[in-house]
């Protein structure tokens, strides 16, 4: 099993911005975040290898948010900054660990707990 421990959520106004931290020590070859908005499903906003390569972004976040990843220390940490955060991209956001480069959730095989992004305008 993969366990993830994500943090960095929290409240921020329209155009700001936060970081979300996710990090295991388990191997991993691909790690992303997914999220889901109240009433709604949820939907893959970044992806990338735990090498830092093939970075995969949803249409609605390119050019706002930056996906990396840092292998150091026996760990795998991937981070999530989000810059000129919107209304809709409130939700909670869901660290997970898989093996394809996708957005996809069912290619994705464990699931952090979340953490709560809220923006309000």
């Known amino acids: 099993a993969v366990y993830l421990a994500e943090s960095g959520g929290g409240s921020v106004e329209a155009g700001g911005a936060l970081r979300l931290s996710c990090e295991t020590r388990?191997?991993?070859?691909?790690m992303g975040w997914f999220r889901q908005a109240p009433g709604k499903g949820r939907e893959g906003v970044a992806s990338?290898?735990?090498?830092?390569?093939?970075?995969?972004?949803a249409d609605s976040v390119k050019g706002r948010f930056t996906i990396s990843a840092v292998n150091a220390n026996a760990k795998n940490t991937v981070y999530l900054q989000m810059n000129d955060l919107k209304s809709e991209d409130t939700g909670m956001y869901y660290c997970?660990?898989?093996?394809?480069?996708?957005?996809?959730?069912?290619?994705?095989?464990?699931w952090g707990q979340g953490t709560q992004v809220t923006v309000s305008s």
């Open positions: 997970a660990a898989g093996s394809a480069a996708s957005l996809l959730e069912r290619y994705f095989d464990y």
């Open positions: 388990e191997y991993t070859s691909r």
């Open positions: 990338i290898s735990t090498d830092g390569m093939l970075p995969l972004y």
